[in-house]
């Protein structure tokens, strides 16, 4: 770690690549949003032309000497177009948010909507939070993109061109000078041998190199203190952000003269205008002078759409990264097939597995390996086998959370293939290792099974639950509130929710994944009697590999390395 | 507002650097100024008759202001950036080391890497404090008396008028905006939490929503309050938007004073001042929008965690004793006085070179136990021993240097492999490639390592090699057998892996840790684990369990 080299990683040279296509089709579909922004932009340029126009006129009626009677027309005009433009640049920019907003919220669902559609299998790769910050962080910063970025990409021909039309109409040798100035400007980007996209992208990657560096020691501040390095880190990472300042430096010394082109292009707008004006004043050939004063005062409202693009540029180099995040999310898994969908009868469901083939991950080989076995209506089966020999991937597929690759599986003789996602949910209950309690109070956390149902029906599924011994402690009882910042539950605790949660569905079919894993032997008794309640009269799937196996009479099948361990049959 | 000086108290060694910026950005401003005014000046006066300034003159003055302006700019622009991006190192080096100093109170320790991430947008919030507030107010205050000075000259209440209207637009609507944006940024930050925690309820929870099928209700969920934070953000956005338009009115207003008293003057200075308050206003147009209150709030969030008091150190370290035997004596701890104990007159005994397993449930206070060892908390009461000596009695970093920790909250950095592995050595010393090669191969990851085309220089992480959990975790423990640490405290370092992936990862702990002390916390044994001791910890009590 005392490496104060910021090296580029290897791989990263072409970052942006991946996200191109994905954020013009984005770009396209919201350009319809920032069109309002983009129209009231234009009217607030109209109004500035306005404006001009009547403070030349005033300025040339003062010029002449005339008094304030005559030049009230003008002066109001300038007090009114300058409330009006007050009043469009509001709406400019709340356009622009609005335009932001609508992307934000297209973008945020879209992301969460393939989330949700890949399923659980996504977390087998990615952990929650980071796929939070995504949802969250990495649509938040395309914001700018959006809202700032593209309304002034629309106004930056469109405002210079309006512009100089204005002037053409007064004058139009200083439209042409206007005209070749404003070209002056791409043109000594051109020369200075870089866009000022490309540099603003390089000042930018660079800056978020070192971000990256920084997150990255400050999320593992733990290892680098425990390790004894954290003096040895600080000056590194000093190192580290002068160095790089050295560099970007250089890189923006260069990008600066992109700049500095417009800077000159505006100096040579108004310094030809205005010599060009006095001498045709000093020797009579131009006898307006209102004119003169008019075309002086546009040349900042010719440059203002340009300096306004310049500026939302770093907006548009922000998107990159973001882009890159969101545009790595799964497609989402194909539509369910067009079958109609199949009327599975709702009480006592048989399962049966045929030939049934998984794999997770090539490298590992198959998770499930040729599993056949039939479940009657109403009985249970016990999944025996140590971790990791398929018992899990068997419940998964069950769920819907997976397809099997090859072979069938089927719920009263229904391939499971022709169901769709919502009539599946509606036949399983599951109870999983650890319930995830959401940030809400205990009731609402059972209701999650059913929203439906009255308050006296979560009531019963709780003491049905044995939850009553536990609300009785807690300050809020049933409304007390769980999960993230709320009060911490047990892991048996957690567990009897989870039961409630069942109970309340009241579903045929009862998936147990290892529900007593986590819990230490009082415990797991009193929730293995709440299950064995359970389990009365439905079809119950256990995969476990302790003592809850003995806790349930049923027909036992040993997996091993994906395969149904033969000879160990019926118990 | 008290944390934004905070903040830039720090900045004091790159005063100068910052000075400079801020000296060069006025004098450019000054130029732009003169720009505008002579050329208001040069086609008023022509237009009167050419009387004042000879063209000539004029036509020098303006090329040479343009050309000025221009090399000003550039330097301004060069000036300002190299002072940000000290000030930027000055500000994160600061924070990374305050943090370090205070990752005792447990910040970093349990897995808080997003409430970490969280504080660096914080401090990236602090990056427009010099190029967005500070420049441009110094501009402001440079401007004030230019325009007292130079339209006093030629009428006092018109000047009055104006600087009454350009302090309104400079300091008295920024302010305003600022206590606005002080206000709604509270209110956007506690929106964002909710969209987040309902975002990592939906996400930690994908498998209870699609096994519930309530992938439509979640969604609803988010975008509620996905509503409810544009609903904040649009509050803001507005009443930034009209500080900005109020703004933008008072130098209107001013441009209408010059206007209306120019009339019936005749005075070619008039036309100049005229363009003066154009080019004055719209420099410092910037000011009402910065969003100042919001980065005083993320100051103040910055300073909490990283500018607290800090722990007292035992002063001075007693000599660290020659054995390594670990012993627990009553030991007593709480997170929090008003949080339940969780180790209740715990005592334990860990000879030296013994492997010893600590089982319990999660929330048991397993991790504590390592917390406690490596001084990251101490107890209420009781004692930890170390080779007979109490730790209390140590240095912090004495006593981490005897333990090598491993969990899955172990962090494996973006950098490469050869970094990663030198974290495992004293700061500042170097290890030949054998004993690199050597600590892979006990932790057998030699062979993956060796197949790279990079080899020990391959980048890890972000845009570098990926590892796969169990390989990741392998390294970490490389890590860990790389230093001379005679203990390893090993958290759940499987947490997370698969069952095969877990049993390598032991069977290389198995060999490589040989001759050490392994105190490994876990919720169970696989069974690959071997062990000389198994205690389950009960409630808040290490309890003999069979093995």
């Not at chain 2, 040069?42 to 000879?54: D, P, S, W």
């Not at chain 2, 994908?206 to 309530?214: D, K, P």
């Amino acid at each position: 770690m005392d490496d104060s080299d910021p090296r580029p990683p290897p791989q990263g040279a072409a970052p942006h690549a991946p996200a191109g296509p994905w954020l013009r089709l984005r770009l396209r579909a919201a350009r319809r949003e920032a069109v309002p922004a983009a129209a009231f932009g234009l009217l607030g340029i109209v109004a500035a032309i306005g404006q001009a126009v009547c403070a030349a006129r005033a300025l040339q009626l003062a010029l002449d000497g005339a008094g304030m009677g005559e030049a009230v027309g003008p002066l109001l005009g300038f007090a009114g177009l300058a409330l009006l433009r007050a009043g469009l640049g509001v709406l400019f920019e709340r356009a622009g948010f609005d335009a932001g907003a609508a992307s934000r919220r297209r973008l945020r669902s879209e992301a969460l909507g393939a989330m949700l559609a890949a399923g659980p299998a996504l977390l087998r790769r990615h952990h929650s939070a980071e796929l939070a910050t995504v949802v969250v962080d990495r649509v938040e910063a395309l914001e700018g993109l959006f809202a700032r970025w593209l309304p002034a990409a629309m106004l930056a021909l469109a405002g210079p061109v309006l512009v100089v039309l204005v002037v053409l109409w007064v004058d139009p040798i200083a439209a042409a000078i206007l005209a070749a100035v404003g070209l002056l400007v791409p043109a000594a980007m051109g020369l200075a041998g870089l866009g000022a996209a490309a540099a603003a992208r390089r000042q930018f990657t660079a800056m978020t190199r070192l971000q990256a560096r920084f997150v990255d020691r400050v999320r593992g501040i733990a290892t680098i203190v425990l390790a004894g390095h954290a003096e040895a880190e600080a000056q590194a990472l000093g190192r580290a952000a002068h160095e790089l300042r050295r560099r970007t430096l250089k890189v923006l010394s260069l990008a600066f003269l992109s700049s500095a082109a417009m800077d000159l292009a505006f100096a040579v707008g108004i310094v030809v205008l205005a010599l060009r004006y006095a001498a045709g004043l000093a020797d009579g050939s131009l006898v307006r002078p209102g004119d003169a004063l008019l075309v002086l005062l546009l040349v900042p409202e010719f440059f203002a759409p340009l300096r306004g693009f310049a500026a939302a540029y770093q907006d548009r180099s922000h998107a990159g990264p973001a882009a890159e995040a969101l545009a790595a999310l799964p497609e989402p898994p194909p539509a369910p097939p067009a079958l109609p969908v199949r009327n599975v009868a709702a009480r006592g469901v048989a399962v049966a597995f045929e030939d049934v083939c998984l794999t997770w991950d090539a490298s590992r080989g198959r998770a499930l390996d040729g599993v056949s076995f039939r479940v009657p209506a109403g009985e249970t089966l016990i999944l025996t086998g140590p971790s990791g020999s398929g018992k899990s991937s068997v419940l998964e597929i069950l769920l819907g959370f997976v397809r099997p690759e090859s072979g069938r599986v089927t719920l009263n003789g229904a391939d499971i293939a022709t169901l769709v996602p919502a009539a599946q949910a509606r036949l399983v209950a599951w109870i999983g290792q650890r319930p995830v309690l959401f940030a809400s109070s205990i009731r609402d956390n059972i209701r999650f099974a059913r929203p439906e149902a009255s308050d006296a029906e979560v009531e019963e599924a709780a003491r049905f639950a044995r939850l009553d011994p536990v609300l009785a402690t807690l300050p809020q009882g049933l409304d007390t509130p769980v999960g993230e910042g709320g009060y911490g539950l047990s892991g048996g605790q957690a567990q009897r929710v989870a039961i409630a949660r069942a109970f309340l569905k009241n579903a045929p079919l009862l998936l147990l994944d290892e529900p007593t894993a986590h819990l230490d032997p009082a415990t797991e008794a009193e929730v293995l009697d709440g299950l064995r309640r359970l389990a009365l009269g439905r079809t119950v799937v256990l995969a476990s590999h302790a003592a809850a196996a003995h806790a349930f009479s049923g027909r036992r099948l040993d997996l091993r390395d994906g395969r149904v361990q033969l000879g160990r049959g019926v118990a | 507002m008290s944390a934004l000086f905070r903040i830039m108290a720090l900045w004091r060694p790159q005063a100068g650097w910052m000075v400079a910026g801020v000296v060069l950005s006025l004098a450019a401003l000054l130029a732009a100024l003169l720009l505008m005014t002579q050329a208001g000046f040069t086609v008023g006066a022509a237009a009167l008759g050419g009387a004042l300034v000879a063209p000539v003159g004029a036509a020098v003055a303006l090329r040479s202001l343009g050309a000025l302006r221009i090399v000003l700019r550039y330097g301004e622009r060069m000036a300002t950036h190299d002072a940000l991006f000290r000030a930027l190192a000055a500000l994160r080096v600061w924070f990374f080391r305050g943090l370090a100093a205070r990752a005792a109170g447990g910040l970093g320790f349990r897995r808080a890497g997003d409430v970490l991430s969280r504080l660096v947008g914080d401090i990236e919030a602090l990056d427009i404090l010099y190029i967005r507030i500070l420049v441009p107010l110094a501009g402001a205050a440079l401007l004030l008396p230019v325009l007292a000075w130079v339209i006093g000259a030629v009428d006092v209440a018109l000047a009055v008028v104006v600087v009454v209207l350009f302090a309104l637009a400079a300091f008295g609507l920024p302010l305003l905006a600022a206590r606005i944006s002080w206000r709604e940024s509270g209110r956007i930050a506690g929106a964002f939490a909710g969209l987040r925690i309902a975002c990592l309820d939906t996400l930690a929870g994908l498998r209870e929503v699609r096994a519930f099928g309530a992938e439509g209700r979640m969604l609803a969920t988010v975008q509620g309050r996905e509503a409810g934070l544009l609903a904040a953000q649009h509050s803001l956005a507005t009443r930034a938007a009209l500080a900005g338009a109020a703004a933008f009115l008072a130098g209107q207003a001013a441009l209408l004073a010059v206007l209306v008293f120019a009339l019936g003057q005749g005075n070619a200075a008039l036309v100049a001042v005229a363009f003066l308050v154009v080019a004055a206003f719209e420099a410092v147009a910037i000011l009402p929008r910065v969003g100042a209150g919001h980065a005083a709030r993320a100051a103040g969030r910055v300073l909490e965690v990283a500018d607290g008091p800090l722990p007292q150190a035992a002063m001075p370290p007693a000599p660290m004793p020659a054995g390594s035997a670990i012993r627990f004596d009553g030991v007593y701890f709480a997170w929090a006085a008003d949080r339940p104990k969780v180790l209740d007159g715990l005592t334990l005994d860990i000879p030296q070179g013994s492997r010893v397993a600590l089982l319990g449930p999660s929330g048991a206070g397993k991790s504590t136990l390592a917390a406690l060892l490596l001084k990251v908390a101490r107890p209420q009461e009781g004692r930890i021993l170390l080779g007979g000596t109490d730790i209390a009695a140590l240095g912090d970093d004495a006593v981490r240097a005897r333990c090598a920790w491993l969990s899955q909250a172990t962090h494996l950095f973006s950098d490469t492999i050869r970094a990663n592995l030198a974290l495992g050595l004293p700061p500042g010393a170097t290890a030949d490639d054998s004993r690199l090669w050597a600590a892979l191969e006990a932790a057998r990851l030699a062979e993956v390592v060796r197949a790279l085309p990079q080899g020990l220089d391959t980048w890890l992480g972000e845009g570098g090699l990926g590892l796969s959990g169990g390989q990741g975790r392998r390294l970490a423990l490389a890590r860990a057998l790389l230093s001379d640490a005679p203990i390893l405290v090993l958290d759940e370092p499987c947490a997370g892996l698969d069952a095969a992936t877990e049993r390598e990862f032991f069977q290389a702990l198995n060999e490589g840790a040989a001759g050490r002390t392994v105190l490994l916390i876990a919720h169970r044994l696989t069974g690959a684990e071997r062990l000389d001791r198994i205690w389950r910890l009960s409630a808040g009590r290490a309890v003999a369990a069979a093995g």
